[in-house]
């Protein structure tokens, strides 16, 4: 069993933001196969499907995204999924706009909802499907988090989104870590 979890803030007033990249990617490629989130437990809105003959849960965590490991723990221990067969979609403001990286474990780099997840899952061990959002410029962090993109960059996330859409498909397949960030990276 795989879990795909997007990381972002719930509500309205977060809604199409920079920190919410990994919602807005997770959206997409639930949209582009017919899936919804129809289900409300473990403090996130989920759906289990069968996937290319693998069962798969496809998270929004609700906790806000400095608490996000609280929903992704509670889905992993109850349907005991290995924090190998995790992949987290997150933003990264320390890569360009768009720009793609995969990551098998590590650290947080500073990012709060990666911390909450190694916390609560106990372990670094699991996938990242980071997404460029660029540091800001002119501004606070905070500010630019909670901004949308403007046109020119949101055309540089619709391409991320769609290479995403490959990884995710890739990652239910069957490859690992090492292959995605051969492929993608």
């Not at 403007?150 to 055309?155: C, L, P, R």
């Amino acid at each position: 069993m795989k879990l795909i979890a997007g990381l972002g803030n719930p509500g309205k007033k977060y809604d199409r933001t920079k920190h919410n990249t990994g919602f807005m990617c997770l959206d997409q490629f639930i949209k582009n196969n017919s899936y919804s989130l129809n289900q409300n437990k473990f403090e996130g809105l989920f759906t289990k499907e069968k996937i290319a003959g693998e069962d798969v849960i496809l998270l929004e965590p609700q906790t806000y995204m400095n608490e996000s490991g609280r929903s992704i723990a509670q889905v992993a221990n109850f349907f005991k999924i290995d924090p190998s067969d995790i992949l987290i979609i997150q933003d990264d403001m320390d890569m360009p706009i768009g720009k793609i990286r995969i990551r098998a474990n590590g650290k947080s780099g500073g990012h709060n909802g990666i911390k909450s997840i190694i916390r609560d899952l106990g372990t670094e061990k699991f996938n990242r499907l980071k997404i460029g959002i660029r540091h800001p410029e002119n501004t606070t962090v905070v500010s630019w988090v909670l901004t949308p993109f403007n046109a020119e960059q949101q055309k540089l996330m619709d391409t991320a989104f769609t290479t995403s859409e490959d990884i995710i498909a890739d990652f239910i397949s069957g490859k690992d870590a090492g292959y995605l960030m051969n492929k993608y990276n």
